[in-house]
């Protein structure tokens, strides 16, 4: 199926993937970024799903799926042409173990069912030791074991379970797939209904928290956004992965398939934002927390991702018994940027650290001497070269967009002393901040074009150009700025959507071979950007415009592909929606600025 035809479920630990066709085919567990039980999504149904729906017989007529108002529970229906019947999928939020719930139900008619199961443990490789007890099936294989309770009898063969059964009207049947560890006890099975209800309960009360300060027309859009961040945090730790996959490809049987089941700081402040903005402080104050928690130590040590606890070491490695998501090869875990320089996130987390106490969440004692020991770094190592933003694996660069950010490291350094009272050599930090700003107008800008560059010296645009007017680095009316979006519309702008940098046989910046679709949060910060320097009608027509390829239940992918019509990139993509939020608000404000560019 094509990417836009799955929906997500989860219980803030981990997350499926469910198909328009009733298949689950992708869960991890216990963790987001655990092995795979289910990955036919990277390959086939030989590397495990979970499919339920009508039988071979009854024609389909029509499709629908919604999830529950203000929740994270699916439903899907298919109306046959003998009935009509509902699957509604959810993940209870953990107490222990996590469980993955499906109820079946007969809303019209009569319809014959199917399911079929292959549970096949680390990514699609070990098939398990399969066994039935007291009514149950168990799956065991190396340190994962799962529970299934099936109501219908399920028979065994070629390493598969499957089962079919006839339902009429008012009919109502429910599947629990529980994991644990091997080593330990059977779990106990939980009472589906009870736990529909609860569910339920839970994602009301956390929406009814929400207050998003945006437009009613951009409300649902604003709250499923929310709901979809939620998703995808781990609540242990506040932590918040970027999408809940790995190698769905950003070119369609290409090599960029890379893994996003971790957590960024790349848009640490946006976040934080989105968040405050929505009247969530609990999880703004997580997010800084783990974020705290993850940066601390050496300066130097500093990583642009961490793993959902905070950790540092994510091996990148390839699968190869996967075929990859429509051959698009290889499939990846891991991922090896973790390692890259990247200098921009010591700006992202200075300025996401004072946007957050200027925001009024209470000050934490460690936090000031954490962001000193980044300045001592920063102060001898900004004019060295990077990997940008962008990640690229190409050679390293003078980004601008990076020397933009060491430059806001630099100006938070100085404001928190000037503002909040702190203790810093402030001579020297405005000193430095004077340095790199007059070196990136005089390396990073074509006075002739009348735009700023991705890279000292050269003549490629990049779309972390236009956050420049976000950070203060000049005016939002300074002709320098204004050049620059207009530039990096007309050089990067691909059948109305925006892309990130050229790609092209002639540009070896990433270092990577085919291309990719229009990164979404490029085009968010393009509305933004023009709503900030008052070209707000064609900013809402930009925003409108992304918001229509939003799939039927609201959710984006990292890129869109207009050579196919398709998202293409890991799914979802919490760096699609945290944008959508920040523009939503952004557009919503009389000042036309986003909030926190205020607080600076």
């Not at 029509?62 to 042409?81: A, H, P, Q």
Request: aromatic fraction near 10%; include cysteine.
């Amino acid at each position: 199926m094509r990417i836009e035809d799955y929906a997500i479920i989860g219980d803030m630990q981990s997350a499926a993937l469910v198909g328009r066709d009733g298949s689950v085919d992708w869960l991890c567990l216990p963790r987001f970024d655990s092995p795979a039980c289910f990955a036919s999504l990277l390959g086939d149904e030989r590397n495990g799903h979970w499919w339920i729906g009508p039988a071979g017989p009854e024609r389909r007529l029509s499709t629908r799926r919604r999830y529950r108002e203000n929740t994270l529970i699916l439903e899907t229906e298919w109306d046959t042409e003998s009935g009509t019947v509902r699957v509604t999928d959810f993940m209870p939020p953990r107490e222990a173990n996590p469980d993955l719930v499906r109820i079946v139900e007969c809303v019209s008619g009569s319809v014959d069912m199917a399911t079929q199961i292959r549970i096949r443990f680390d990514y699609g490789r070990i098939v398990p030791w399969v066994r039935r007890s007291d009514g149950l099936l168990q799956a065991v294989g190396g340190p994962d074991s799962v529970w299934l309770h099936s109501p219908v009898p399920l028979q065994g063969g070629d390493y598969a379970h499957k089962a079919s059964w006839r339902m009429s009207a008012g009919d109502r049947l429910a599947f629990v797939f529980i994991w644990h560890p091997s080593h330990s006890p059977r779990p106990e099975l939980v009472d589906p209904v009870e736990e529909l209800e609860e569910t339920e309960a839970i994602w009301h009360e956390w929406v009814g928290r929400s207050d998003p300060k945006v437009e009613d027309q951009w409300r649902d859009a604003v709250v499923r956004s929310l709901i979809t961040l939620k998703g995808l945090t781990y609540a242990p730790t506040g932590g918040i992965v970027a999408a809940a996959t790995t190698s769905l490809p950003e070119d369609l049987g290409g090599v960029r398939n890379w893994d996003y089941r971790y957590c960024w700081l790349r848009d640490a402040t946006m976040t934080l934002d989105a968040l405050i903005d929505a009247g969530y402080i609990d999880e703004a104050r997580d997010w800084r927390e783990w974020l705290l928690r993850a940066i601390a130590g050496r300066p130097q040590d500093l990583q642009i991702m961490y793993g959902v606890a905070g950790e540092r070491r994510l091996p990148e490695m390839e699968l190869p018994w996967l075929e990859g998501y429509e051959d698009s090869r290889p499939v990846r875990i891991g991922n090896a940027a973790v390692d890259q320089l990247q200098l921009d996130v010591y700006g992202e987390v200075m300025n996401c650290l004072y946007v957050s106490r200027a925001s009024g969440l209470s000050a934490i004692s460690r936090t000031w001497a954490i962001q000193r020991s980044l300045m001592d770094f920063l102060e001898s190592h900004w004019d060295e070269p990077d990997e940008g933003l962008w990640e690229v694996r190409g050679p390293r660069r003078h980004f601008v967009h990076s020397k933009v950010m060491a430059w806001v490291a630099a100006d938070r350094s100085v404001r928190q002393v000037e503002r909040f009272g702190q203790n810093g050599p402030v001579r020297r930090w405005r000193a430095l901040r004077a340095r790199i700003h007059a070196e990136v107008l005089e390396k990073g800008y074509d006075p002739v074009r009348n735009t700023f560059t991705q890279s000292y010296g050269s003549r490629e645009l990049d779309s972390a150009l236009l956050l420049i007017p976000h950070t203060g680095f000049l005016p939002v009316d300074d002709p320098r700025v204004l050049g620059t979006i207009e530039a990096v519309e007309r050089e990067l702008m691909s059948d109305d959507f925006l892309l990130r940098y050229p790609i092209a046989h002639t540009n070896s910046v990433d270092g990577l071979p085919g291309g990719e679709g229009a990164f979404l949060a490029c085009s968010f910060w393009l509305a933004e950007a023009k709503a900030m320097v008052g070209r707000r009608r064609e900013a809402v027509e930009l925003f409108e415009r992304l918001l229509a390829l939003r799939n039927d239940v609201g959710l984006l992918a990292e890129e869109y592909d207009p050579r196919y019509g398709r998202l293409v990139g890991n799914f979802p993509q919490a760096f699609s929606h945290v944008p959508l939020i920040h523009t939503a608000h952004t557009l919503s404000r009389p000042t036309g600025a986003p909030r926190y560019a205020e607080l600076i």
